[in-house]
């Protein structure tokens, strides 16, 4: 157990359906993240929150929308995705964001787009 | 752009040494973490290099000379429980705590 929650474990949906993956910390960390790690591709960094301001969006495709209400929370909604978009996809949280805190990562959503 | 390289795949036996190189080429390093990985589980943080030197973890060692851009992960003692996935990745300095991660070494250990 990292302190960090996600669900759902595993989800499968249609290219025109909508859905939103959640993230919970349970550690008072102040910076959230959303990574995209696709089988043999290394991890990818999506989102970056930072005191629920984000601070970084990595040229992520607008089906893909973040949304984060509180330090502890965060969403990411998804809407028409494609197959492509299968993969694990990875919350994480640190104390702050930048320097050398280590991130914290929840066991992640795997997510079936048919 | 940023780049690591890693090797994709190690096999050793138990009770051996292992070692996991990593060379990276990126704009702005601040320093090298290294996570592991389990089947279906989510990455766990092992170490982190922001000097060059060799940081000691119990039967995990990291090493990193910044002039060469290059680390590893040294694994000693390894156990079954030790296969799993390996990720260095190179944390940058911007405001926004940036990773990037390496494709990960993939470490089977047999008996």
């Known amino acids: 157990e990292t302190g960090v929650t996600q669900t759902p474990r595993h989800l499968v949906m249609g290219m025109t359906n909508k859905k939103s993956l959640k993230c919970e910390q349970h550690?008072?960390?102040?910076?959230m993240y959303w990574y995209k790690q696709s089988a043999k591709k290394p991890l990818e960094l999506m989102f970056v929150?930072?005191?629920?301001?984000?601070?970084e969006n990595n040229s992520v495709p607008s089906r893909f929308s973040p949304e984060c209400p509180n330090s502890s929370h965060l969403f990411l909604h998804l809407h028409t995705l494609q197959p492509e978009d299968s993969a694990l996809y990875l919350c994480?949280?640190?104390?702050?964001?930048?320097?050398?805190?280590?991130?914290?990562f929840g066991p992640g959503t795997r997510l079936t787009v048919l | 752009g940023q780049s690591l390289e890693q090797p994709s795949e190690v096999t050793a036996v138990e009770g051996a040494i292992v070692q996991i190189n990593c060379t990276y080429q990126?704009?702005?390093?601040?320093?090298l973490s290294w996570y592991q990985q389990h089947d279906g589980g989510a990455p766990t943080f092992l170490s982190y290099?922001?000097?060059?030197g060799l940081e000691e973890t119990g039967r995990f060692s990291s090493f990193l000379s910044r002039s060469d851009s290059y680390g590893y992960l040294l694994l000693q003692e390894l156990q079954m429980k030790d296969s799993a996935s390996y990720f260095c990745?190179?944390?940058?300095?911007?405001?926004?705590?940036?990773?990037?991660f390496g494709d990960g070494t993939t470490l089977t250990v047999k008996p």
């Open positions: 990745a190179v944390r940058l300095n911007t405001n926004a705590g940036k990773s990037t």
């Open positions: 990126t704009s702005g390093f601040y320093g």
């Open positions: 929150y930072s005191l629920e301001e984000r601070v």
């Open positions: 550690l008072g960390h102040n910076a």
């Open positions: 290099n922001a000097l060059d």
């Open positions: 994480a949280s640190s104390p702050v964001a930048g320097g050398t805190d280590t991130q914290y």
